[in-house]
């Protein structure tokens, strides 16, 4: 069955950097889009990034971009989620999930996995 562990979450301080992994199996990975997303306390799921099948196509939202760096390794299934300049208001629960396609409609998934926190506190 498909899986999707994250790890990499914890404390930060403001301006701090952090790397999130997402291991996978169950499936082939390198065959599907992947993609981040993050919820808050109180608040709905948001998109953060999300990167096709070959790495050739990466889009990230206002709130990622110049911060954030999705990569991912298809040789270890493996998704990577580098995060810089964290501020208190990347607080939130990062979910890693599966793209439905290689290469369209990258934010689409049928899969997550269970998450890791993040917070950004000093």
């Known amino acids: 069955q498909v899986q999707l562990v994250e790890s990499g979450g914890g404390l930060a301080q403001p301006g701090g950097s952090l790397t999130l992994s997402c291991a996978a199996s169950g499936f082939i990975f390198s065959n599907y889009a992947m993609s981040w997303f993050r919820q808050a306390p109180g608040k709905g799921l948001e998109r953060v990034a999300a990167i096709d099948s070959f790495s050739s196509t990466i889009d990230y939202p206002d709130l990622a971009k110049g911060r954030f760096s999705i990569s991912r390794d298809n040789a270890k299934n493996t998704l990577y989620l580098q995060m810089n300049s964290l501020k208190p208001e990347d607080t939130a629960i990062y979910y890693c999930?599966?793209?439905?396609?290689?290469?369209?409609?990258?934010?689409?998934?049928?899969?997550r996995g269970q998450g890791t926190q993040v917070t950004v506190s000093s």
């Open positions: 999930a599966k793209g439905l396609s290689s290469i369209w409609r990258l934010y689409e998934y049928d899969y």
